[in-house]
């Protein structure tokens, strides 16, 4: 069974940083993208950064210049180092993985930053 499993979540102060990782694992078929998505409380899921298996990467307006993603395509795992966290980064992450037949979400990691 696909797994993706997110780690590092929790509570920050503004001005904080956490990290997340996301490892896909069990998967058979050739992982493209992966990302990361967060959903607030009353608001509709957002791309936060993405990455290809190639490196190439993209942010959301609003994380930029404070959040990065990266890499490592051998263990099939993706990081987000999240920088000058704002209590609006507050929200449940997801870890997304694509292939060319089937998309695979994490259960989503909460990340919450107080003031």
């Known amino acids: 069974q696909v797994q993706l499993a997110e780690s590092g979540g929790g509570v920050a102060q503004a001005g904080g940083s956490l990290r997340l990782s996301c490892t896909a694992s069990?998967?058979?078929?050739?992982?493209?993208?992966m990302g990361w998505y967060r959903q607030a409380p009353g608001r509709q899921r957002e791309v936060v950064a993405a990455?290809?298996?190639?490196?190439?990467?993209k942010y959301a307006d609003s994380v930029k210049g404070r959040f990065t993603i990266s890499r490592d395509n051998v263990k099939n795992t993706i990081l987000l180092q999240m920088n000058s966290l704002k209590t609006e980064d507050t929200a449940v992450y997801y870890c997304?993985?694509?292939?060319?037949?089937?998309?695979?979400w994490g259960q989503g990691t909460q990340v919450t930053v107080s003031s």
């Open positions: 997304k993985a694509d292939t060319d037949y089937f998309d695979y």
């Open positions: 069990r998967i058979i078929f050739k992982v493209n993208d």
């Open positions: 990455i290809t298996s190639g490196g190439s990467t």
